[in-house]
């Protein structure tokens, strides 16, 4: 397969904001690092630094400077950066990294994911096997599917072609700056480029380009301006 530039790493994040970067930067796709995830946390977290992080529990590390919940739950391998705000019965699953100043709240839950610096997931929102860019936000009640209904593997539609993830559990990839509007649906293996917005109770499935307006299926209109 040739390779696709716009899913590429490099493309859907410009901004690289996040602590786990380095990890990212080894792979060409966003789903690739997602088998990989709680290695990298593993691996980041001996190196962190104990003036600015406590670790907490089996493989959960927590910065000084963020704001959990005593209600919320962390399961491990996790990282919670500098700043970060865990609300109220927040729910971690494990294989987490949330980045400086990011908010997960009330009612969210994250599995397996990266969540860039900035990020916000703030209302009953659930993110599963996906990478949010930095400073990308999701709107109340919009959450990831990351699982088919007939339970095959995952592709990524990018106009007329189907790329192979390998993967079952796949949900979506959003570039920076990407706003997804309340209530909306990202099917498994959808990717968003950077700084696109998508209107509330959208159903949202394949490559959705960057700088761009996505209002429903098949009507994506170019951001002016």
Request: with cysteine.
């Amino acid at each position: 397969m040739s390779r696709v530039k716009e899913l590429t790493n490099d493309v859907l994040f410009t901004d690289r904001e996040t602590i786990a970067w380095e990890g990212i930067a080894r792979y060409d796709y966003p789903y690739e690092v997602l088998s990989y995830i709680a290695e990298l946390i593993m691996e980041m977290g001996e190196n962190l630094s104990e003036d600015v992080f406590e670790r907490r529990g089996e493989d959960i590390w927590i910065a000084k400077s963020a704001s959990v919940a005593p209600s919320a739950l962390i399961q491990g391998p996790a990282i919670i950066d500098e700043g970060a705000e865990i609300r109220h019965c927040a729910f971690i699953r494990g294989s987490a990294v949330v980045g400086k100043g990011t908010v997960v709240g009330n009612s969210t839950e994250l599995k397996n994911v990266i969540l860039f610096d900035g990020v916000q997931v703030p209302h009953y929102n659930y993110v599963g096997d996906s990478i949010l860019g930095y400073k990308s936000h999701m709107g109340a009640g919009s959450i990831t599917s990351n699982v088919k209904s007939d339970k095959t593997l995952v592709e990524i539609r990018f106009g007329d072609r189907k790329i192979k993830t390998g993967r079952k559990k796949m949900g979506a990839v959003l570039g920076s700056y990407v706003e997804i509007g309340c209530g909306s649906i990202l099917n498994p293996g959808t990717v968003v480029g950077s700084h696109t917005n998508v209107y509330p109770l959208s159903s949202v499935r394949g490559y959705v380009p960057g700088q761009s307006i996505y209002k429903k299926q098949g009507e994506v209109v170019e951001k002016r301006g």
